[in-house]
């Protein structure tokens, strides 16, 4: 969290935020599947600023072979910041920071994945953050698990994923760029909603024990409802590969 500039306040006393949302309000959220022919699977999200394309490829055959796993899939995650996401540009290529994220993304989606039903094998999935503006872990992750859905790979749950954090003294839903640059803390969590199952928790400040269980609590229900638009999004694809079946 960044030192911040005098005079800003993130949330005034009525609780409107710097951006005019409430407390527990979501940002925009737009979510689109099968954008890419080339890719097995594919997602775009936009989510706020954020802007993040998800591909997935496979099941396929692992080279070398010896990186094999004889009674399961293996999933590589490879989370990458485009060079002009940000507004001073970022250097090409991966960075600590990327490699940590793709780490984070990996460890929220496998519990979904029935990786034991492709031995042998990789599922290789690539998000892309075209534009970033805070919460591109919980957006990556969300876009990740559409895509493989689009994929067709099997899958225990979609995992999404929400964060909450504190700005001023108040937990609040969903941190924007400004709210995480200059806030208290942040929360992001990834959920399988059917089983109500965490495969993320991270938290980056400060908290008490209350503020915590506060923010988890909010953080689970903004996932479940980026779940629904998950379905949605879901459903709208195959409604228009219904209809152009019919036609």
Avoid at 12 to 31: A, H, S, T
Avoid at 140 to 149: F, H, K, W, Y
Avoid at 153 to 164: H, Q, T
Wanted: with cysteine; net charge neutral.
């Amino acid at each position: 969290m960044m030192g911040r500039p005098e005079g800003l306040k993130l949330i005034d006393e009525n609780g409107k935020r710097i951006d005019g949302r409430k407390k527990y309000e979501l940002r925009p959220i737009k979510m689109e599947v099968g954008v890419l022919k080339s890719a097995d699977g594919s997602a775009y999200v936009e989510w706020g600023k954020n802007k993040i394309l998800a591909a997935v490829y496979g099941p396929r055959e692992i080279h070398p072979k010896h990186l094999q796993k004889p009674d399961r899939a293996i999933l590589r995650v490879r989370y990458n910041m485009a060079p002009f996401s940000v507004e001073e540009r970022k250097k090409p290529g991966p960075d600590r920071r990327s490699i940590e994220i793709s780490k984070v993304i990996r460890g929220a989606l496998e519990p979904a994945i029935i990786l034991e039903l492709f031995p042998r094998t990789s599922i290789d999935v690539f998000v892309e953050v075209l534009q970033a503006d805070a919460g591109t872990r919980v957006a990556g992750i969300t876009a990740a698990s559409l895509a493989l859905a689009d994929a067709g790979i099997p899958m225990r749950d979609l995992v999404a994923a929400c964060a909450a954090g504190k700005i001023d003294g108040e937990i609040v839903l969903d941190l924007n760029k400004e709210e995480d640059n200059y806030g208290e803390a942040d929360v992001p969590v990834a959920i399988m909603p059917i089983k109500n199952d965490i495969t993320l928790l991270q938290m980056d400040g400060y908290l008490t024990k209350e503020e915590f269980l506060e923010a988890v609590r909010l953080a689970i229900k903004g996932a479940k409802a980026v779940y629904q638009k998950q379905r949605e999004a879901l459903k709208e694809k195959y409604l228009k590969i219904a209809e152009e079946v019919g036609e």
